[in-house]
Nanobody, 119 residues
Framework: QVQLVESGGGLVQAGGSLRLSCAAS????????MGWFRQAPGKEREFVAG????????DYADSVKGRFTISRDNAKNTVYLRMNSLKPEDTAVYYC????????????WGQGTQVTVSS
């Protein structure tokens, strides 16, 4: 059974930084893709960043390019999202997600962690 557990959210002032972590368990992740999504109040969930376990290929939403960095530690089965230069519009619940290689979309989700950026 796949489990994804996020941590690292909190309250930060605009311009500050946070690092989110997602600890994954329950399967071998060597061919999977991990992603971070976020959902702000009243808005749809949106893609933030993604990374492949094997090659470390990354992808980012335009709104976070140059400010956020996704990375992984294969030995710890953990994916990170380093967020710098945070803006109030980054305020959202951030979710970690897994897309197994055989699936066309992300189909495992964590419980989410709140990130609040004050102005």
């Amino acid at each position: 059974q796949v489990q994804l557990v996020e941590s690292g959210g909190g309250l930060v002032q605009a311009g500050g930084s946070l690092r989110l972590s997602c600890a994954a368990s329950g399967r071998t992740f060597s061919s999977d893709t991990m992603g971070w999504f976020r959902q702000a109040p009243g808005k749809e969930r949106e893609f933030v960043a993604g990374i492949t376990w094997s090659g470390g290929n990354t992808d980012y939403a335009d709104s976070v390019k140059g400010r956020f960095t996704i990375s992984r530690d294969n030995a710890k089965n953990t994916v990170y999202l380093r967020m710098n230069s945070l803006k109030p519009e980054d305020t959202a619940v951030y979710y970690c997600a897994l897309k197994p290689k055989a699936f066309p979309s992300y189909n495992y989700w964590g419980q989410g962690t709140q990130v609040t950026v004050s102005s």
